[in-house]
């Protein structure tokens, strides 16, 4: 289901939409409405931000966990981006609970202020949690890149929410049979397996693009953080852009299996060498 705000386009996960129709179903309008209202602020506060960044979100997924946001620019954020980006969605959450729950102290106590505390609890703990590719789990990430790169960051991530949502669903159904229930909590695992899954294959789309660009990225930028890698000849590119670190300009020492230096290729040659040749030319061939 899909709903046009502002050029951005809403799109209702059918999981969410199957709990909605449940819950009107049921009775709960109420609880759907403030749902709804709880993961569009979260994800409109996500927009506001990256706005200041230069990035227009054209696009939001609503999961009933959160959102994922998309943009039309595919450069890498930078991992300060990224943070700041994916931290003011779980704060926004608990800005919102520490209000009704001070509006709950004044005597202004009821079901709709104890349900908003509710939904707005959960949705910051869920989006603090480690797991790609809620604001935790990217947060993480942005952390991870500086030191690892950012295609392994996101893949660690993605390996490690499969694991952390595999055991939550096997404890789950272990739960199930011995007491004979089963928490929201192994179905939301289900679609954030889902969604990591398409996160990946977007963020490994987003890398590629952003490595494309930033040749031209650097004319604007004229100097820039240098980072010095040691590789065999035999190295091919495709290897050597797994160790490419964001906001980062890298000088590649290329050595023979005598650990005697042959040569060093520039960030830019290695660019071109993409452009010419593909990702499985070694980079000696690039000297």
């Known amino acids: 289901m899909n709903i046009k705000i502002k050029n951005i386009n809403i799109i209702i996960n059918v999981f969410m939409l199957v709990i909605f129709i449940l819950y009107f179903f049921y009775g ?11 993961v569009f602020i979260h994800e409109l506060s996500h927009n506001a931000v990256a706005k200041l960044y ?3 979100i054209n696009e939001v997924e609503l999961f009933p966990f959160g959102g994922v946001a998309r943009h039309n620019n595919l450069r890498m954020m930078s991992p300060k981006e990224e943070m700041v980006i994916c931290i003011i969605g779980p704060l926004c959450n608990l800005i919102i ?19 908003i505390i509710k939904v707005n609890k959960l949705m910051f ?27 392994s960051a996101t893949n660690k991530l993605v390996y490690s929410t499969y694991f952390i949502c595999t055991f939550i669903i096997l404890y789950d159904i272990l739960n199930g049979i011995i007491k004979l229930e089963i928490t929201y909590l ?4 289900v679609f954030t397996i ?11 789309f987003v890398f590629i693009s952003g490595i494309m660009r930033k040749k031209d990225e650097f004319k604007k930028t004229k100097i820039s953080k ?6 065999l000849t035999s190295v091919n590119i495709k290897e050597a852009i797994e160790y490419i670190l964001p906001s980062r300009y890298h000088i590649f020492i290329l050595i023979n299996n005598n650990g005697e230096t042959i040569g060093t290729i520039t960030e830019i040659q290695l660019i071109d060498g993409i452009y010419r040749y593909g990702y499985d030319i070694t980079l000696e061939k690039l000297l």
Do not use: Q, W
């Open 226 to 231: 240098v980072h010095f890698l040691v590789c």
């Open 194 to 204: 889902v969604a990591a899954k398409k996160e990946r294959e977007m963020a490994a």
């Open 186 to 189: 192994s179905i939301v695992a």
């Open 97 to 115: 609970m520490l209000f009704f729950t001070l509006l709950k102290n004044l005597y202004l106590n009821s079901y709709i202020i104890n349900y």
């Open 28 to 38: 709960y309008i109420v609880e759907v409405i403030i749902m709804f209202i709880t």
């Open 125 to 151: 703990l869920l989006n603090i949690a480690p797991v790609f590719p809620l604001d935790g789990g990217k947060v993480a990430r942005s952390l991870l890149s500086l030191f690892i790169g950012y295609k």
């Open 54 to 56: 230069g990035l227009e």
